[in-house]
């Protein structure tokens, strides 16, 4: 699976939207882009995922660049319920293979 | 949720005691996973299965054996735990149009 890197740590005010940013230049055509999250000791929760369209769910957004090397995770309206540990995943879909886990961004979201 | 389970939730247990730790699923979904968690290194593959009897090792598995005799159930099992399998242990399934991963809420194991 390609590699990703993300920021360590990001601050957001309660109310305004969280981007949080993903890069992964080695991306292969094949490979789609996955975002979870991690509230403090609960397991980890699926977000959103997209391959090179645009995606949005009731959750989030995501925006992949049109060279598939970078994308963005939007919550449009931050509550104190989204601080978490945010995780940018690059994997094919259809194999047995399981997801690698880097270090993600802890997004804490200020009242 | 996707209908996991964990048992049990929390556990101590003392060095050389044989452990089992439970994920169970109610959605007859093909691929389960462990994993555990440690502070500094994130979450690690254990072993995972692929169906009924079908299991391979993960990045971590020196230590641990799993066993899935039906499709609901996949059992990790340490033979004789050790202080450095004191961890945070999930279990997950693979669902979804593109095979997200979903995961249980966890077992915290201290092993003393």
């Known amino acids: 699976d390609a590699k990703t890197t993300q920021p360590t740590s990001m601050d957001c005010a309660e109310g305004r939207a969280a981007n949080l940013p993903c890069n992964h230049s080695?991306?292969?055509?094949?490979?789609?882009v996955y975002w979870y999250r991690q509230i403090h000791s609960q397991g980890p929760q699926y977000i959103i995922h997209?391959?090179?369209n645009n995606e949005t769910n009731e959750m989030a957004s995501l925006i992949i660049t049109e060279d598939r090397k970078s994308s963005t995770l939007i919550l449009p309206h931050a509550t104190l319920r989204d601080t978490a540990v945010y995780y940018c995943?690059?994997?094919?879909?259809?194999?047995?293979?399981?997801?690698?886990f880097g270090s993600g961004t802890q997004l804490t979201v200020l009242p | 949720d996707a209908g996991i389970t964990q048992s049990p939730r929390h556990k101590v247990t003392e060095t050389g005691t044989p452990v089992t730790l439970r994920c169970h699923q109610t959605?007859?979904?093909?691929?389960m996973y462990w994993y555990r968690q440690d502070p500094g290194h994130g979450l690690r593959l254990i072993h995972y299965?692929?169906?009924?009897?079908?299991?391979d090792k993960g990045e971590v598995s020196d230590g641990y054996s799993v066993s899935r005799s039906k499709t609901e159930d996949f059992l990790l099992t340490l033979e004789s735990a050790t202080s450095s399998q004191t961890s945070v242990y999930f279990c997950?399934?693979?669902?979804?149009?593109?095979?997200?991963?979903?995961f249980g809420p966890g077992t915290r194991l201290t092993v003393t």
């Open positions: 995943i690059v994997s094919d879909s259809g194999s047995a293979r399981q997801l690698t």
């Open positions: 080695t991306i292969s055509g094949n490979e789609y």
């Open positions: 997209g391959l090179k």
């Open positions: 959605e007859n979904h093909r691929y």
């Open positions: 299965s692929y169906g009924v009897k079908d299991t």
């Open positions: 997950a399934i693979k669902a979804g149009p593109s095979y997200e991963q979903y």
